[in-house]
């Protein structure tokens, strides 16, 4: 069975300063779009995890992806997961034509709850979660992703 659970935060606001709890983010098991196999949290145990939702008709989710692709490499000591927040036969359209340079799950939640459970309370994408080395969120975005501002929630998420 498909065991999946997310922390719930209480609403802070999407400030582009990071935003840290002593909450750890819940474990959680996910498909693959490919099929391969189940990601989970504790793969990424013991360094800093960046979380990507996104939808395949969601245009700001689409244009994240070259920004996300680009810092998986540069910042191999960083985790990099994606999560489509959609059907897996559109999500795996999008990545055969877009492929991804690190891990891409989808949630067969409805949007809605799996936002939610991970703190953004208007189901909005794209949106994006960080979390330090001990699993703690320690920055959260609501939607399209400037390169600046990820770069700089990742040197104070490694902190």
């Known amino acids: 069975m498909l065991a999946l659970v997310l922390a719930v935060w209480q609403p802070a ?16 098991e996910l498909p693959l779009v490919d099929g391969s196999r189940f990601a989970n949290l504790e793969e990424f145990r013991g360094k800093p ?29 960083i985790g990099f997961l994606g999560i489509a927040v959609d059907d ?21 939640l409805s949007q809605a709850q799996l936002l939610h459970r991970a703190g ?15 699993q703690k969120m320690c920055a959260r975005h609501l939607g399209k ?3 600046d501002w990820l770069e700089a929630a990742l040197v104070r998420c490694q902190k």
């Not at 920004?67 to 998986?72: D, S």
């Open 13 to 28: 606001g999407f400030a582009a300063e990071p935003q840290r709890t002593e909450q750890p983010f819940a474990s959680f």
């Open 49 to 77: 995890l960046v979380i990507h939702y996104w939808r395949t008709d969601c245009p700001a989710c689409l244009a994240d992806a070259s920004v996300f692709n680009g810092q998986a490499i540069e910042h191999r000591n």
């Open 88 to 108: 897996r036969t559109s999500a795996l359209r999008f990545l055969k034509r877009n492929p991804s340079t690190h891990l891409q799950a989808y949630a067969p």
């Open 120 to 134: 953004n309370h208007t189901s909005g994408l794209p949106y994006t979660v960080l979390l330090d080395s001990q």
């Open 145 to 147: 992703v400037d390169l």
